[in-house]
Structures are given as C-alpha cells and as structure tokens.
C-alpha cells in the first residue's frame, strides 16, 4: 500500500478575517493559525511534524521580512498529533505554552503508542519527537499583546486539555477542534466528556463572536457553533424519545451499554445524515471519518442517557 502523498503547506485567510491572523494550512489534514500583534508574535499550533511547521515559517517569513527578530510565542491547543509534533521545529525560539491537563496526556503510553504507530505508516514523522511545552496552566490565560488581547480559554470535552483562543477586539475567536464542520467529537464514551464539550460550545457561543475559526473543514462561520449544539441536542432528543418508545425498533438495545445499535437502520433517526446536512461533495473516507466522530458521540449520548435521573 502506497504512503499519501504529503499535505501542501500553504498561506490562508478568510474575507473579512483580520489581516494581523494567518492560517498555516496543510492541506487538508488541519489548520494552525499565526497572530501577529504590536508586543510578540504568537504562533497557534505547529502542523503535524517539524518540516511542515518550518516550511510554514518560511512562507511566513516573505509575508514578514522581520519574523525572525520578533518575540514568539507558541501555543500547542491540545496534544493530538496533527496540532503539536511540529514543536521541534521552534526549539528555542520561544516559550511553547498549553494547558496543564497536555502534560498527563503527553506522559502517557498513548503519545508514544501514536507516534510509533505513524513511523512505521508514513516516512515523513520519521523526524518527529514529541517536545513537551514549557509552560502550562491551569484555568484561563490572558497574554497582553499591546493591540490585541489574547485570551486562552479551556474548553475542555474534544480532549482534556483542549484550549480555544479568543481575541475581543476583533471578535475572532480560533475555536481549533471544539467546533468542527460538520461535528465535534468528544474525547470518548463518558457523560463527564460529552457534558464538559457541550458546556465549551456554549461557552464558545456566548463570546458572540463575529469570526470562529475551525482547524479542520475550512469554516468561520459563528453560525456552525449554533449547527454544532443543535446536532448534540437533537441526538439527546432522539436518544430520550427512542429509550421511552414502548416498542424500540427491532435489534435496537437503548437500554443496555449502547455498542449494540446500529447507526445505519432506518426508523431510527440516529444515522450522521439524520442529524447534520453533509457537504455534497463529501467523500467516502471524509463520510467514514465523521461517522466516526458520531459513533463515539452516540455513545457518550446513551450513556449520559443511562445515567439521567428516571432513566428506565
């Protein structure tokens, strides 16, 4: 089986997104984003391994000639692959900063697991090594940018550490993966995650923000938050109404751990196109992708389910 070819590292914006914000995008594997501001500049994310982030430098470079003499600070928004094993690139050039639930992650056996596991996939992570940030915190973070505030908040539910950034002055808010198009996913099958990503997209959505940009599915629009907490409510919604059907279609069980119901019957209202409009262009992978993300969201569903006060 032939390696994928890998990802176009290339410059982006979105119109009327400010000119001080520049996506670093990869193709179609994710978005980091770089902010420049009077004090510092702040790089959002570090691609997926070092020589995708130093060629997104460099490309940033001829859009700054005086990148390099300038402050930097890097912010990892949480520890899956695709948004920090570019960090080796940037030793040195300035603090790496995350949320103090990224260093657990990045002890465990998992973070290990994944990057061999992608060495032995694809030859190009055979120069990745997994740096730790330097600095971490708990709660919220505010960094004074002179011009711009930048605010990092923890919005926990897609995974532990998970931070978004919001920038008030100019009401952009760079949610990375706690609103994605056309789903989120939450970290994994427990009611505590699928609570804790539902109250980061309310979060997200009080902020009113006029810009909200996804690392992955190429969207600013606020309106896919709104799109986002209307798929979880309807799938609560389903869920409740199915779980209190005296006669739950056939082969369905709402009622045991939740891994025994199909996703693709009809009569269930619980298949990924029941839920969400899916892009007409959508491919088969994509498609598999994110029906994925609503298998593990199903789940999380039926167990918060279990768990509600006068559950049957």
Known sequence: MSTPAP????LATYPGLDPRIVLLRAGEEVDAAFVRTQ????????????????????????????LGTRPLTIVNSHM???HFWGNAALAGRGPIIAHAAARARLAAPA??????????EDPRFAGVTLVAPDITFDGGLQLDGGDLTIELIHTPGHTPDHLAVWIPEIRTCLAVDAVEMPIPEVWSRTPEDLHQLRASLARIQALDAAFVVTA????????????????????EQRVAALATTAEAPAGHDLSGDGEALPLSPEGTGLRLEDLVSLPSGMDADTRAFYEGFHATNLAATLAARRQAPGAA
């Open 39 to 66: 004090r510092f500049d702040l790089l959002i994310d570090t691609l997926s391994t070092p020589d995708d982030c130093r060629t997104a430098l460099a490309l940033l470079g001829s859009r700054f000639p005086d």
């Open 216 to 235: 992955h599915g190429r969207s600013c629009d606020p309106a896919l938050v709104a799109g986002n907490i209307a798929y979880f409510d309807a799938l």
């Open 7 to 10: 990802p176009v590292i290339e």
């Open 80 to 82: 899956d692959w695709d």
């Open 111 to 120: 973070a290990r697991e994944t990057l061999a596991q992608k060495q032995a």
